[in-house]
């Protein structure tokens, strides 16, 4: 099992910054790539960041430029580095760690990101 805590969420005004973090603890060894997801209200979850094991990333190309997701293996932590944010980047932001070789996925509890003025 890997347990995911996300951190860092809260309110910010439009062309604000917010860094989000998620630290993963349990069976850490088999975690390959991890990411990024958000759901806004009415709305799917949508992919938005993912980076793999050796630090290989990607974005959907409505975030590029904008978010920038890094991890540190050392300390198990993903993070999120999420710039000039928008009214329509607000919702639940949901970290993600995937088993290698595996169709396993592990979710945090999610971290509320508010954009508004």
């Known amino acids: 099992q890997v347990q995911l805590v996300e951190s860092g969420g809260g309110l910010v005004q439009p062309g604000g910054s917010l860094r989000l973090s998620c630290a993963a603890s349990?069976?850490?060894?088999?975690?390959?790539?991890m990411g990024w997801y958000r759901q806004a209200p009415g709305k799917e979850r949508e992919f938005v960041a993912g980076?793999?094991?050796?630090?290989?990333?990607n974005y959907p190309d409505s975030l590029k430029g904008r978010f920038t997701i890094s991890r540190d293996n050392a300390k198990n932590t993903v993070y999120l580095q999420m710039n000039g944010l928008k009214a329509e980047d607000t919702g639940i932001y949901y970290c993600?760690?995937?088993?290698?070789?595996?169709?396993?996925?592990?979710w945090g509890q999610g971290t509320q990101v508010t954009v508004s003025s």
């Open positions: 980076i793999t094991l050796s630090g290989l990333t």
């Open positions: 993600a760690a995937s088993v290698s070789g595996t169709s396993t996925r592990y």
């Open positions: 349990g069976s850490i060894f088999s975690i390959g790539s």
